[in-house]
């Protein structure tokens, strides 16, 4: 592809037209031209977290929770991935990676049948750090590895339409881990999110991502009695117990060394309306107990459970929490078998119970592009388990 030598520029190789180079440089310049602050103390947060080397992160209080939740993106990317290919899509699936952050999830999308990946985030150094990441992983695989293009933008403020490399790009799968409730600081907001996720999909194409369950951040809220909850993991903050707004109902979260900033409840229900208003129909919502009750028999998703240590072994010499009573609902499982099985060795797979206090906020959900004129239905109940993770490995 030619080039322009304006380094604000870029040419376009189908049609030649000039357009906006979508570097760190141009997104700062637009950003002076859209209101509020909110986005940046967002941006700001993540630009500012250091990169974690392995040893760092299996010294996390919360390193088996990040693991899992790791678990619960690759079980769903992977699930609708095949889905596409089973459903006809088996020329090489076209992505958008929402809130792509430092690229955690390009080895996700490097084990599917994907031809193209385009990934964007609000924090400019993480988008550096995916481009990095992503030329990493193409050097290890001489070349053969999907396309991408990377771009700095406020996917809740901008029009991604407008800066993409080909301007009539289409999708077949969209992909929003842990950043949606972000752009449910207004209406218009959040209508520019789903927007930006929604109108370039195919026909037949799906959107997912994992959220925060406004459901049991208000059960927890009624419970508490000075409007804020947590543990020595995590903390949420409210600054009263009045009634959830659609848009703009602030709470701040705090989870060990991950997440230290404002965000906006985003209910199923307005979620799902205002995706409705761009041709999707739900067809998934999973809170994470249910998410892994689903999946966690299927023996690749068992085995990956086990490979990237998704689960904390019990018992352990060295447990990940010392508080008393974490493990009791493991330790209850193993001595059901030992009485069973009195010459038994039983050891299982599990999240400590403040560990799961957090990671138990989280839902996964899937919606699909219909066609207007299509009458199908789809039947999603509401989840509400929230069971510890637990998984027998050996009798």
Not at 144 to 167: C, M, N, Q, T, Y
Request: net charge neutral; proline share 3%.
């Amino acid at each position: 592809m030619d080039r322009s030598s304006d380094k604000n520029y870029k040419r376009d190789g189908n049609d030649g037209h000039k357009r906006k180079h979508t570097d760190v440089e141009s997104f700062h310049k637009r950003r002076r031209m859209v209101d509020g602050d909110s986005s940046n103390v967002v941006a700001r947060h993540y630009n500012q977290l250091p990169e974690s080397g392995l040893r760092q992160r299996k010294q996390s209080k919360i390193y088996f929770m990040r693991n899992f939740n790791n678990w619960v993106k690759s079980v769903l990317m992977k699930t609708f991935q095949i889905r596409l290919d089973t459903e006809g899509q088996r020329s090489g699936i076209v992505a958008l990676d929402v809130g792509c952050g430092k690229g955690g999830d390009l080895l996700k999308w490097a084990k599917g049948n994907v031809n193209k990946v385009i990934c964007t985030d609000l924090a400019a150094t993480s988008i550096e750090q995916c481009k990095d990441r992503y030329g990493s992983n193409k050097q290890k695989a001489r070349g053969r590895i999907f396309d991408a293009e990377f771009i700095v933008a406020d996917s809740s403020r901008e029009k991604l339409l407008d800066l993409f490399d080909d301007p009539g790009q289409m999708f077949d799968l969209v992909s929003i881990q842990f950043v949606v409730h972000y752009s449910f600081e207004s209406e218009s907001q959040a209508n520019r999110m789903i927007q930006n996720c929604c109108e370039r999909l195919r026909k037949g194409g799906y959107f997912i991502g994992t959220t925060v369950n406004s459901k049991e951040l208000r059960r927890r809220l009624d419970e508490s009695e000075n409007n804020s909850f947590g543990n020595s993991v995590y903390s949420v903050s409210f600054s009263s117990k009045d009634k959830f707004n659609d848009f703009g109902h602030t709470y701040n979260f705090h989870l060990d060394g991950v997440v230290d900033c404002p965000e906006y409840v985003a209910s199923r229900e307005n979620l799902e309306n205002i995706a409705k208003k761009f041709g999707m129909r739900l067809v998934l919502w999973k809170t994470f107990s249910d998410f892994f009750a689903m999946n966690a028999r299927d023996r690749e998703f068992k085995d990956l459970l086990k490979r990237i240590k998704a689960l904390e072994y019990f018992p352990s010499r060295s447990p990940n929490s010392n508080k008393p009573g974490d493990y009791d609902h493991a330790k209850a499982v193993c001595d059901d078998i030992m009485e069973k099985y009195p010459e038994s060795n039983p050891r299982v797979g599990t999240l400590s119970s403040t560990e799961w206090e957090a990671a138990s906020l989280y839902v996964a959900f899937a919606f699909k592009k219909i066609d207007e004129n299509d009458d199908e239905t789809f039947d999603v109940p509401a989840s509400d388990i929230n069971d510890i993770p637990l998984l027998v490995l050996s009798r």
